[in-house]
Each structure stands twice: as structure tokens, then as C-alpha cells.
């Protein structure tokens, strides 16, 4: 079973690249919004196991609440927060 994650980001050009990296490592499931409102509409629809976040106006992508990444998000890096991220919530 895949890892659903939902990316927030007012960006869709950037949400989509994400999401397409994202899926074709075929570790997960990805759900968009390219703003707050349908992100807490997709958070509660879609359950997904973690949600990502943009930090609105800055250079820095925020995931995970704790994780800040700079853009551009390197898929690597990325799956690698994603995954840290999953692990520290499931222990």
C-alpha cells in the first residue's frame, strides 16, 4: 500500500511536478491543493498519512510542521524528508 501524501502549494506548476516525481517512485499516492481552504477540504476527504505545506511567500518549502526544504525540491530529498518524516510518526 502506497503512502498518501497531500501537497499544499499555491504554485499548481510546482504541485503537479511534485506530484508526478512523487508517483513515479511508486511509493505513494498524492493528493493537491493549490490553496488552504481546499487543502483542509482534501486533509479531511482524503485522509492522506501526511499532509505538506507551502510556506507561502518565502523561498523555502515547509513540510511535515518541522521540515523546511529549499526550492527547487530535489525528488530525493524530498521522498527523504517524507519518509524521516513517517518514521519519527510512526514510533
Same mark, same amino acid.
Given at each position: ?6 501537497? &499544499?502549494?499555491?504554485? *499548481? $506548476?510546482?504541485?503537479h511536478? &511534485? ?11 498524492? /493528493? /493537491? *491543493?493549490?490553496?488552504g481552504?481546499?487543502?483542509?477540504k482534501? #486533509?479531511?476527504?482524503?485522509r492522506? $498519512?501526511?499532509?505538506g $505545506?507551502?510556506? #507561502?511567500?518565502? *523561498? ?13 525540491v ?7 524528508? &517524507?519518509m524521516n518524516?513517517?518514521?519519527k510518526?510512526?514510533?
Open positions: 500500500m502506497n503512502t498518501k501524501v497531500l501537497i &499544499i502549494d499555491d504554485e *499548481a $506548476d510546482f504541485c511536478f &511534485i506530484k508526478k516525481n512523487l508517483m513515479q517512485s511508486g511509493m505513494f499516492d498524492v /493528493v /493537491v *491543493a493549490t490553496n481552504k481546499d487543502g483542509i482534501m #486533509a479531511k476527504e482524503e492522506p $498519512d501526511m499532509p $505545506d507551502d510556506v #507561502a511567500e518565502g *523561498a523555502e518549502n515547509k513540510i511535515g510542521n518541522n521540515y523546511i526544504l529549499p526550492k527547487p530535489r525528488t530525493k530529498t524530498l521522498i527523504e524528508t &517524507i518524516i513517517l518514521s510518526i510512526s514510533t
